[in-house]
C-alpha cells in the first residue's frame, strides 16, 4: 500500500532550512520523492484554510479580502507556528510522517502554544535581565533593556505576526543569531545577553567604566553612544590581562605589560598564538569561576573572531588596537595644550583680529602657539577663517608629534574607527573634508616622512592621558 | 510560497463550486428579468480574479461577488443586456474603493454605499461612482480615524 511516505531519506546534509522548516521540508521532501503529492496538496489546503479563518478574525469578519503584503504576513505568521511546532522533530523525516498522518491545523494550534510558552518564557528571562542590569553608560545598552524590548513584548502578535521582530535593539551581541525572526530571535538575544551581563557583571563596575573612556580614547570616540559590546571590550582585555599574570578580574595593563605581552607573541607563529590566547581563556574561566557551559562555551567561540583580528595588528605592529592600555600607567607626555586654559569670547576676537592683521604664516603661527594654551581654543582658531593656504602648514609645522597626533585623530577619526592601526588616510575627496584646515592638515601629511608618521602614530595609538587634554 | 490567490490556489473544484453559487443568484434575479448563463458566472469570476490581482489583493470568498449581485439586482438601472458587464465594473469598483480606503470600510457597507450612489446621484452610471462618488468617499475614509482593522 501507498502510505504517501516512502522510508524518508533525509541525509544529515539534508537542505532544510531552519527558518523557513515547512516550506523547506515539503519542497525537498517532494523533490526526493519522499512526500507524495496527496500530503502536499493537504497541507497547502489545509494552511489555506487557517488562513483564510485568520483574515477573517484579523477582519473581524468585515471584509472577506485584504492587500497580498499582509496576507503574506499572516501567512508567514501561519508557517512560523508550523515551523516552531515541525522543527521540534530530531529529524526531518519524523517531521515529515507527522505532516502526513496529523491533521495540520492540529499541528498549528500545537505550534502556536510553542510560540506562546516560548512568549512567556522570554518575558521571565527579560525580568530577570532588568533585575540584574549593568550600571554603565552605553546608551545602546540602557536603550534596549529601558525602552527596545518592553516595545517589542507589548506589540508581539504570536498570531499575525508572529515573525515579527520590529524593534530598535541596538545593543550588539558578540555572537547574535539574525537569522531567526520573531520570539525565537528575542529568546536567543536575551540568553546570549543574559550570560554577557553575568559575565561583565564580574569585574569591578569602576575599571569597566575606566576602560570604556581608555576605549573611547583610543577611537577618539564618545565610547558612550558607540555601538560597542561590552562582552568583547572586557573579555578581550581580561585575555591579555591573565597572559601578562595579572588576575583575571583586573582589566589594567600598562604600557610596560604591553611590551612584555608584545615580547612573549614575539616570533610566534599563529598557531602557538592561538594556544596561548586559549590557554588564558581556560585560566580566565577558572579564575573567575564559570561554572556555567554555556557561558564557557560562548567565550570558547570568541578566540575565532578575536585570532585573524589579534594576527593581524601583530603582524602590523598595532597591538594598541586590540589591546586597551590603561591611561594612568601611561607615560607623562608634554603637551602644550590645557583644557583649563581657554581664553574668553572678546580676547578670542581680538587675537583673531590679530591673526588676520599678521603678513605671514610664520608670524601667525608664533601668534597663535603664543596665545593659544587649550585645544578647543586651537581647533576654534582654525576654523576662525583666519588662516590661508600655506598658512596653516606653516602653524602645523610649529607642532610636536603629540599635537599632530591629536588633530590627525580628528581628521582620521572615521578611518581610525573603522581600520584601527590598518587605517588609510585616504585623499581628501575620498574623505569628503569641508573644513579647509583639514584638507591642509593631510596635504601637510602626505608630506610627512614615514619616519615622521610612525612618530606621530606612536603617540595616535597610545592612550592619553586622562587629564581632559585631548579632549574639546 | 503557496499561491495566494484563493480561486487559483483551491483549482477547478471551487472555480465550479463558486460558479454554481453565483448561478444559485438567479433564483432570487430573475423576478428583476435578470439571468445570468454559465459562461458569464465564469467571466464574472475569471474579471473578479484579475480585479483583485490588479489591486494586489487576496479573496477568501466569493461573498462580494454573490452580496454585489444580490444587491443591485433591484436596481433600476440594471438591465438585462449589460447585467454581467455592470457586476464586473462593480466588483472593480469594490476592490479599488478597498485599497484606496486602506480597507477602513467593510464590504457590507461598501456594497449597500455604492448601491445607494448607484441608483441616486449616478444614475447608473458606474463611471460617476467610482470617479466622483467613491472618489470623494475614499478621501473621507482615509482621514477617518474610525478604523476597524488593527494595522496597515
Redesign the interface.
Known amino acids: 500500500m501507498n502510505t504517501g511516505i516512502e522510508k524518508m531519506t533525509f541525509s544529515k546534509k539534508t537542505p532544510i532550512e531552519p527558518n523557513r522548516y515547512t516550506?523547506s521540508l515539503l519542497d525537498y521532501g517532494s523533490q526526493i520523492g519522499v512526500i507524495d503529492q496527496h500530503t502536499i496538496d493537504q497541507v497547502?489546503?489545509g494552511?489555506?484554510s487557517i488562513?483564510?479563518g485568520l483574515?477573517?478574525k484579523?477582519?473581524?469578519g468585515?471584509?472577506?479580502?485584504?492587500?497580498?503584503?499582509?496576507?503574506?504576513s499572516i501567512?508567514v505568521s501561519v508557517l512560523y507556528s508550523l515551523d516552531a511546532r515541525l522543527s521540534g522533530f530530531p529529524e526531518p523525516g519524523d517531521a515529515a510522517e507527522y505532516l502526513r498522518i496529523q491533521n495540520i491545523e492540529y499541528i498549528y494550534q500545537e505550534g502556536l502554544e510553542l510560540v506562546n510558552s516560548c512568549c512567556m518564557a522570554t518575558r521571565q528571562l527579560f525580568q530577570q535581565i532588568v533585575d540584574s542590569k549593568l550600571n554603565i553608560s552605553l546608551d545602546a545598552y540602557n536603550s534596549t533593556i529601558d525602552e527596545a524590548l518592553p516595545a517589542f513584548f507589548d506589540n508581539y502578535d504570536p498570531i499575525?505576526s508572529a515573525q515579527d521582530t520590529i524593534t530598535s535593539m541596538d545593543y550588539p551581541l558578540l555572537f547574535d543569531d539574525t537569522e531567526t525572526t520573531g520570539i525565537y530571535y528575542i529568546e536567543q538575544y536575551l540568553e546570549k545577553l543574559a550570560m554577557e551581563n553575568y559575565f561583565c557583571s564580574l569585574f569591578p563596575p569602576d575599571s569597566v567604566e575606566k576602560l570604556l573612556v581608555n576605549y573611547g580614547q583610543i577611537y577618539c570616540i564618545d565610547y558612550k553612544e558607540t555601538l560597542l559590546n561590552l562582552f568583547e571590550v572586557l573579555l578581550t582585555n581580561s585575555i591579555f590581562s591573565v597572559l601578562i599574570g595579572n588576575k583575571a578580574n583586573d582589566l589594567r595593563i600598562s604600557p610596560h605589560q604591553f611590551e612584555l605581552l608584545k615580547q612573549k607573541f614575539h616570533g610566534l607563529d599563529q598557531t602557538d598564538c592561538s594556544s596561548l590566547i586559549s590557554q588564558a581563556i581556560e585560566t580566565l574561566i577558572e579564575e573567575l569561576n564559570i561554572d556555567q557551559s554555556a557561558l564557557s562555551n560562548y567565550i570558547g567561540r570568541y578566540p575565532a573572531l578575536l585570532m585573524p583580528r589579534f594576527c593581524s595588528a601583530l603582524e602590523h605592529n598595532n597591538l594598541m588596537n586590540v589591546i586597551i592600555l590603561d591611561s594612568q600607567e601611561n607615560q607623562p607626555v608634554d603637551i602644550r595644550w590645557n583644557e583649563g586654559n581657554i581664553i574668553d569670547d572678546e580676547d578670542f576676537r581680538l587675537m583673531v583680529d590679530q591673526i588676520l592683521e599678521c603678513l605671514d604664516g610664520a608670524g601667525k603661527a608664533a601668534l597663535i602657539n603664543s596665545s593659544i594654551h587649550s585645544l578647543r581654543d586651537f581647533i576654534d582658531v582654525l576654523e576662525a577663517d583666519c588662516l590661508f593656504d600655506d598658512e596653516y602648514i606653516a602653524l602645523f609645522k610649529t607642532l610636536g608629534a603629540l599635537e599632530l597626533s591629536i588633530l590627525a585623530r580628528i581628521v582620521f577619526a572615521e578611518e581610525l574607527r573603522t581600520g584601527g592601526t590598518d587605517y588609510s588616510p585616504g585623499s581628501a575627496e575620498e574623505k569628503q573634508l569641508e573644513m579647509p584646515w583639514q584638507i591642509e592638515f593631510l596635504r601637510y601629511w602626505q608630506g610627512l616622512s614615514s619616519e615622521k608618521i610612525r612618530d606621530i602614530e606612536y603617540h595616535m595609538f597610545s592612550s592619553f592621558p586622562s587629564d581632559g587634554s585631548s579632549e574639546f | 510560497?503557496?499561491y495566494?490567490d484563493?480561486y487559483r490556489?483551491?483549482g477547478g473544484l471551487l472555480n465550479q463550486s463558486a460558479i454554481c453559487q453565483v448561478l444559485m443568484t438567479n433564483q432570487k434575479t430573475q423576478r428583476h428579468g435578470l439571468i445570468l448563463t454559465a459562461d458569464e458566472a465564469r467571466e464574472i469570476m475569471e474579471a473578479g480574479n484579475l480585479s483583485?490581482r490588479n489591486y494586489?489583493?487576496?479573496?477568501?470568498?466569493i461573498?462580494?461577488i454573490r452580496n454585489m449581485i444580490l444587491t443591485f439586482c433591484d436596481s433600476p438601472y440594471m438591465n438585462s443586456q449589460d447585467y454581467a458587464s455592470t457586476i464586473i465594473d462593480l466588483v472593480d469598483i469594490f476592490?479599488y474603493v478597498?485599497?484606496e480606503s486602506e480597507?477602513r470600510i467593510?464590504?457590507?457597507?461598501l456594497i449597500n454605499i455604492m448601491k445607494d450612489f448607484f441608483d441616486k446621484s449616478c444614475r447608473g452610471s458606474t463611471e460617476l461612482l467610482k470617479n466622483r462618488e467613491l472618489a470623494l468617499l475614499t478621501r473621507i475614509l482615509k482621514q477617518s480615524s474610525d478604523y476597524?482593522?488593527?494595522?496597515?
Open positions: 516550506l497547502q489546503i494552511i489555506l488562513l483564510k483574515i477573517i484579523y477582519t473581524q468585515k471584509s472577506t479580502s485584504l492587500k497580498v503584503e499582509t496576507t503574506e501567512l499575525f | 510560497m503557496i495566494l484563493i490556489s483551491m483583485l494586489n489583493r487576496v479573496e477568501i470568498d461573498d462580494v476592490y478597498k485599497n480597507d467593510s464590504d457590507n457597507d476597524y482593522l488593527q494595522e496597515e
